[in-house]
């Protein structure tokens, strides 16, 4: 009695693990996105019976990170084991209650039922066809039919057998109609069952035990690496006396296999998934080896180059809308203390598509002082930079502009706020109205051999010209070569009054121009070598 006890038990419990599952969808909630990641929060509800049940969640991201998950329950629900998959197979997946399936199963129900009506009834007219063919050949003369009474019957006979052959074909044909009607019915229900899951094959396959039988809310959070942001901005000056308007931005970007629709969105500069242990110092040793600069051109016009990016392109640009500008007042910036977090009260929608979603967060008035900047040993062009002080209280990132200036589109830039100076400068684009031109003096310059020495003189003149209505603040820089190796002689000959940097070579001139003024520095430096060596950047 005591193993009949237990094999019953057991057998009920198999029972319990071995239901129909339930199947429920979740809802997308919130988003908090990442720099490389997204934490996700769901919600959905199920009505469990009291006792084990094995609830399947749909509509979660296709790859998520499994160690993650996190689902909340109430007190008198036990989550007891939680697996997420991609590739659930079930044969009670399809909700039938869907009343898109149900419509669907209905039609096809009628037509198998009006095919085997149309099968009975072709077979009905085989069989009569059958049983004519049987009792066509009459003899005449053993029958004792007369000739005209042989007639009718021949006549009755062919009659019969034309209007049970025709009523067998219209049978064919309708049957074969059906089929195709059938056919496209079954088509369909595959479609239909595909769009009950929308576009995620990600499911969470949970098994609970219930005290009490009802209806059960959930909670589901999760970190998902396929979806990140970068941060972007609008600079938008309309002369060089006014402030900067500055729309703060950020590009969105998801492709977790679910559509976010209207779901509050945070967005962060923290990394989830970064290492977390704290580092730890080892012996240091020295060692020889190569010099990593060896094969690479090591000039400073490379990094003047990236600092001064943007080209005029003449695009007029119109000016901001009022609703974009009133983003500010939806948007809560919180510094903590690893990372900025922007909480968005606007519900967004953010597709699942892997396409850049722009995202106004907050527009900025920075006060800003223009000045102009040349540095014509690389560019003969001058730009317009604005210098921000106090910068850190907006609580930038690094990200590129766009730059407006006049109502013209004028190029972009790089806003880095990783920097340890007080000022940041911001690149406003190029000013053709600022003539530069830097020019070899020929007769100031040329080449001497000594007993064992090569001497070269180079001098340049710089021409500056304000074209502008108004004066300028001009910040001119160039620059003299340095020696690291004591055969190598460089003497500066001539500055025209620049502040000299020695350690760095670099020459600077604080210009006033006025409105059409003109402006000419000189610089000349001389360089001595033994004549039996070359000089590659000279």
């Known amino acids: 009695m005591k193993n009949l006890f237990s094999i019953f038990a057991l057998l009920m419990a198999f029972t319990a693990f071995a239901q129909k ?3 429920t969808t979740a809802k997308v909630k919130a988003a908090t996105v990442y720099f490389n990641s997204a934490e996700i929060s769901q919600s959905t509800s199920a009505v469990l019976p009291k006792g084990t049940s094995e609830i399947v969640i ?20 036990t989550v007891l084991s939680v697996q997420f998959t991609n590739n659930y197979i079930s044969e009670y997946e399809i909700d039938e209650n869907s009343p898109l399936i149900k419509k669907v199963r209905d039609s096809i129900n009628l037509v198998e039922k009006e095919l085997l009506k149309i099968n009975n009834a072709k077979d009905s007219e085989a069989k009569t066809i059958e049983l004519l063919d049987k009792n066509h050949q009459v003899n005449g003369v053993n029958s004792g039919l007369s000739v005209a009474e042989l007639m009718k019957m021949v006549d009755y006979y062919k009659a019969k057998r034309t209007e049970v052959s025709n009523a067998y074909d219209a049978l064919e044909e309708k049957l074969k109609n059906l089929n195709i009607v059938l056919s496209r019915l079954k088509n ?20 609970v035990m219930n005290e009490t039988a009802g209806n059960v809310d959930f909670s589901i959070n999760y970190l998902t690496n396929n979806a990140n942001w970068k941060p972007f901005y609008d600079l938008r000056a309309n002369s060089v006396s006014a402030p900067i308007e500055m729309m703060y931005k950020a590009q969105v970007v998801q492709n977790t296999g679910i559509d976010w629709k209207q779901v509050k969105l945070t967005l962060s500069s923290g990394n989830p998934n970064q290492n977390n242990q704290a580092p730890l110092l080892s012996s240091w040793f020295l060692r020889y080896g190569y010099d990593k600069n060896f094969g690479y051109l090591n000039d400073a016009s490379v990094m003047n180059k990236i600092a001064i990016r943007g080209a005029v392109s003449g695009l007029k640009v119109k000016e901001s809308e009022k609703a974009e500008a009133s983003v500010s007042n939806y948007t809560t910036i919180q510094e903590n203390q690893l990372n900025i977090s922007f909480d968005i009260d606007i519900p967004y929608d953010i597709l699942s598509n892997g396409k850049a979603h ?14 102009y900047y040349a540095a014509p040993r690389v560019e003969k062009e001058a730009f317009l930079l604005a210098e921000i002080s106090d910068y850190s209280k907006y609580n930038l990132l690094q990200g590129e502009a766009n730059i407006i200036f006049e109502g013209m589109y004028v190029g972009k830039t790089f806003i880095n706020p990783n920097q340890t100076s007080d000022t940041l400068n911001l690149s406003m684009g190029r000013d053709k109205k600022i003539s530069i031109k830097r ?21 340049f003149d710089i021409t500056t010209r304000n074209n502008k209505k108004e004066a300028v603040e001009l910040l001119l820089k160039d620059q003299y ?3 690291s190796d004591k055969e190598i002689e460089i003497e500066l000959k001539e500055s025209d009054g620049a502040k000299i940097n020695t350690e760095t070579g670099i020459l600077t001139w604080d210009l006033n121009l006025k409105p059409n003024e003109t402006k000419k520095i000189r610089i000349s430096y001389k360089v001595k070598y033994p004549k039996d060596r070359i000089i590659d950047n000279l």
Not at 188 to 204: H, R
Not at 358 to 371: C, D, F, G, H, R
């Open 481 to 483: 070569p340095l020696s």
């Open 58 to 77: 749909k509509n979660v991201a296709d790859y998520l990170n499994e160690n993650t998950v996190q689902i909340g329950a109430p007190s008198n629900v």
């Open 358 to 371: 722009s995202v106004a967060l907050k527009e900025i008035n920075l006060p800003a002082t223009y000045k």
């Open 439 to 459: 020019e070899k003096v020929v007769d100031k310059s040329g080449t001497k051999f000594l007993s064992s020495k090569k001497e070269q003189t180079f001098t």
């Open 21 to 23: 599952p339930i199947f």
């Open 188 to 207: 369909k229900l595959e479609i239909n069952t595909q769009k009950e899951d929308k576009t995620s094959k990600g499911k969470l396959v949970l098994q």
